[in-house]
């Protein structure tokens, strides 16, 4: 490391450190999400899906119109099947629940972009309310949009964007830092 390189550290950290002295509960609620993929076996109340789907409601969506539909999945032998077919959902099997996001692309041909915040909304919600949960795509794989389609007979023309297994977590995991300053330009690259 350089002692350019090394300054512009040094000076993140400090910036970093006089900051987060200064974050609300949004900021360090963001910051404390990351993926859970085990759980206990308690179960999640309807209520709390709800209010994880409202969350999502809640969302950013371009001129308002909100593509979105969300399936709220807590049948044991969907959860299953859905960790048998799906390549990126083992965890799906012990989940208490899952919601899938699906969008309409009639509505809105950003459809993929709203869910996704609607998607990263429902996680941060997770997060805040003591639950683990992770996103596993769906979308753009065909194989996967079709899977989660068939098993939850979702008409056309709506498409699954992620299957979001979620539950109480079985052990404490960390968040990672993914702070790089050196990913970080100004006024250009």
């Given amino acids: 490391m350089n002692f ?3 300054t512009i550290a040094i000076l993140a950290l400090i910036l970093t450190t006089s900051v987060m002295a200064q974050t609300t ?24 899906l709800e209010l994880l789907i409202k969350a999502g409601m809640a969302a950013p969506t371009g001129m308002n119109k909100q593509p979105w539909e969300f399936i709220i999945v807590t049948d044991r032998a969907i959860l299953e099947k859905f960790a048998a077919l799906l390549p990126y959902a083992k965890m799906a099997a012990k989940a208490p629940a899952a919601i899938v996001v699906a969008g309409n692309p009639k509505v809105s041909e950003y459809w993929y972009l709203d869910c996704s915040a609607a998607t990263q909304n429902i996680l941060l919600a ?10 596993t795509a769906a979308y753009p794989y065909e194989k996967n949009m079709n899977i989660i389609k068939e098993v939850l007979s979702i008409p056309e023309p709506y498409l699954p964007l992620c299957l ?8 404490e995991t960390k968040a990672k830092d993914k702070w790089k300053p050196e990913k970080v330009h100004q ?3």
Avoid: D, H, M
Wanted: aromatic fraction near 10%; hydrophobic fraction near 40%.
């Fill in 126 to 135: 997770a997060e805040s309310l003591g639950l683990g949960a992770v996103w």
């Fill in 25 to 48: 509960p949004a900021i360090e609620n963001i910051f404390a999400r990351k993926s859970v993929r085990q759980y206990t076996e308690q179960k999640v109340e309807q209520a709390t």
């Fill in 164 to 171: 979001i297994p979620l539950g109480y977590p079985k052990s």
């Fill in 4 to 6: 350019r390189s090394l």
């Fill in 187 to 189: 006024n250009g690259w």
